[in-house]
C-alpha cells in the first residue's frame, strides 16, 4: 500500500502535491518522493522518512513545474530501508519517463527475465515499480509510429502491458515534454480517483490520487475514479484524453481499503469509507448479539482511530455505553505498516495508553477494525487488565484474516498470522481473550457495496479466493520464503 498523486496546473504544482503527500501520509511512511516536469525537463527529490522530515526549503524550490507527481511508500515489495527504492522510478528512454506505483506485482520473478532477456532492460533493485516502469518504456517504444507520439501510442502501451503484467497496480507517470498518464489495473483493485478545476483563465487544472479527500482538500470537484483497465492521458496544457485498455475489465475493489487503509472522509469506487464502517458495525452488533448475554458488558470502547466509527455503532445497536478508554499518541505511526514484527512490538505501548479510571472492574466490549498478526491486539488486552478491567471481550469489524494478501498490503507470509490454522478458542487463548467475536464475510461485504455500483469485492485475505486467477500455493511459498514484513 502506498499513496500517489498528480498534478497538471496552470501554476507551479510543487507546493500542492507537497500538501497532497501530508494529506495521504497514512498510506505510508518509509520513504517519500516528489518529481516535477519543467517543459522536457525533470526535476526529482526523494528521502527516507515521512514527508515532513523529507523535504527542505532548498528542496522545494529545486521542483520546478507545473506537471507533478509524488509517492509516500510503505514497502511491499524490495526493503523498506533502501533509499533507492524510494519513488519515483526513472528511466530515459522513450523521451524520459517517471513512474509512481500503488500496489503489487504477482509475476515479478517472469518479468525479470522477459526484461533481461527479451527486453533488453536492467533493474538496478527488487522494486516491482522498477519492473512496472521498464514495461511501461519498453511497450511505449514500440507502439510509436509518427514522428512524435499521441495519446493513441500511450493507450496502446498500456493495453499491451495489460497484457504482460499481474497483479495490482494503480500507477501515475510523467512523460516527459507531454504530459501526465494514469492508469488502473483490469480488477481496479487498488484506487485511484480524479479531480478537476477550472481557474479565472478558464483553463482546467487536474489532479489524480489514491484518495478523494486529496481533492476536495485542494478545492477540487470529484470528476470520477479512474476505470479498472482504464488510462488517462493529461497533456500539459490541460487537454484530457482516456480510453479503456483491458478487454475484460472487472471491479474488484480491495476489502481493506475501507476496513483500515483509507481515511474515513475518503470516497472510493463511489463508497464513502465512514459510512463503509458505520454500517460494519451495526452488522457486527448483529453478530454480537448472536453470542453473547449483552447484560455482561459495561462498556463498548474503540481501538482508535480507525474502529472509533464500527464502536460507536456497535454501541448505539447494542444499547450499551459507549467510552473512550485508550488515548492515542498521534506521533507514533501506525503499527500494522510499520517494516518489521520488533518495531510493531516496540511501538504499541508508545502509542496507546489505557486510562484506569475507564477500566476498573469493568466489563469492556473492545471494537477494533481488524486482527492481523495479533501483536497489537494482545498488548492492548494486557494493557486494559492492567488497568482493572474484569472481563475483556474483543471484536473486530472485519473477519478473520487467515490468508496471505498479495495485491499491496503488508501481510506475506500465513504463519504471521493470528487466525491462520487457528480457530476462535485458541485464538482466544493466544491472545489472552474472554470472548473473540468476528465480523462475518458476507456481512462485511454489505457494509462496504451497500447501494453502491461495486458488485464485488477483493475479500482474499479473508475468504482465500484471488480475483486475478494466478496466484498459486507455489507461488505463496514464494512469497513467504523471499518477503521480509
Keep these: ?139 511505449l517504444n514500440s507502439s510509436i509510429h509518427g514522428k512524435d507520439i499521441n495519446p493513441d501510442d500511450l493507450f496502446t502501451a498500456v493495453k499491451r502491458l495489460h497484457g504482460r503484467v499481474q497483479g495490482s497496480y494503480a500507477s501515475i507517470a510523467l512523460i516527459a515534454g507531454h504530459g501526465l498518464l494514469a492508469f488502473r489495473d483490469p480488477f481496479g483493485i487498488r484506487p485511484l480517483v480524479i479531480g478537476k478545476r477550472v481557474k479565472e483563465n478558464n483553463k482546467p487544472e487536474w489532479v489524480i490520487a489514491s484518495e478523494s479527500l486529496v481533492i476536495e482538500n485542494n478545492d477540487y470537484e470529484i470528476v470520477r475514479d479512474v476505470e479498472p483497465g482504464e488510462a488517462i492521458f493529461i497533456t500539459s496544457e490541460g487537454e484530457f484524453f482516456s480510453k479503456q485498455c483491458s478487454n475484460n475489465p472487472q471491479l474488484f475493489p480491495c476489502s481493506f481499503e475501507y476496513v483500515y487503509l483509507a481515511r474515513p472522509d475518503s470516497i472510493m469506487n463511489g463508497i464513502s469509507v465512514y459510512e463503509s464502517r458505520l454500517r460494519m458495525g451495526d452488522l457486527l452488533a448483529e453478530t454480537i448479539k448472536k453470542q453473547i448475554s449483552l447484560g455482561d458488558i459495561d462498556v463498548v470502547m474503540p481501538i482508535p482511530d480507525s474502529s472509533r466509527p464500527a464502536a460507536m455503532q456497535v454501541a448505539r445497536q447494542l444499547g450499551i455505553e459507549y467510552r473512550e478508554g485508550f488515548f492515542k499518541n498521534r506521533y507514533v505511526g501506525r503499527t500494522f505498516i510499520m517494516p518489521g514484527q520488533s518495531l510493531r512490538k516496540r511501538s504499541v505501548r508508545q502509542k496507546l495508553n489505557a486510562m484506569s479510571t475507564e477500566f476498573k472492574n469493568k466489563n469492556v466490549l473492545i471494537v477494533d477494525d481488524s486482527v492481523v498478526r495479533g501483536t497489537t491486539t494482545q498488548q492492548i488486552v494486557q494493557m486494559a487488565r492492567s488497568a482493572g478491567a474484569n472481563k475483556v471481550t474483543f471484536t473486530s469489524a472485519a473477519p478473520p484474516i487467515r490468508y496471505p494478501h498479495v495485491y499491496g498490503i503488508n501481510m506475506p507470509s500465513r504463519n504471521e498470522l493470528i487466525a491462520y490454522n487457528r480457530n476462535i478458542n485458541q485464538i482466544e487463548d493466544n491472545l489472552f481473550i474472554d470472548k473473540m467475536i468476528y465480523q462475518e464475510v458476507e456481512d462485511l461485504t454489505k457494509a462496504i457495496t451497500n447501494n453502491s455500483n461495486v458488485k464485488e469485492l477483493d475479500l482474499s485475505c479473508f475468504t482465500g479466493k484471488y480475483v486475478t486467477g494466478t496466484v498459486t500455493d507455489e507461488y505463496l511459498n514464494w512469497v513467504e520464503k523471499t518477503s521480509l514484513s
Design 1 to 139: 500500500m502506498c499513496g500517489i498523486v498528480g498534478v497538471v496546473s496552470t501554476d507551479q504544482c510543487n507546493q500542492q502535491i507537497y500538501d497532497s503527500l501530508l494529506l495521504l501520509q497514512h498510506r505510508g511512511q518509509d520513504s517519500t518522493g516528489i518529481a516535477t516536469m519543467d517543459g522536457s525537463v525533470f526535476h526529482i527529490n526523494k528521502s527516507k522518512g515521512q514527508v515532513r522530515e523529507a523535504y527542505r526549503t532548498r528542496d522545494m524550490r529545486g521542483l520546478i513545474g507545473k506537471v507533478g507527481l509524488g509517492h509516500v511508500r510503505y514497502a511491499t515489495k524490495g526493503a523498506a530501508h533502501r533509499e533507492e527504492e524510494a519513488q519515483p522510478f526513472y528511466v530515459n528512454a522513450p523521451y524520459g519517463i517517471i513512474l509512481v506505483h500503488n500496489g503489487n506485482l504477482t509475476n515479478t520473478r517472469e518479468l525479470e527475465k522477459e526484461l533481461f532477456k527479451v527486453d533488453r532492460r536492467h533493474t538496478n533493485t527488487s522494486s516491482d515499480t522498477e519492473m512496472l516502469l521498464n514495461v511501461l518504456a519498453t511497450e
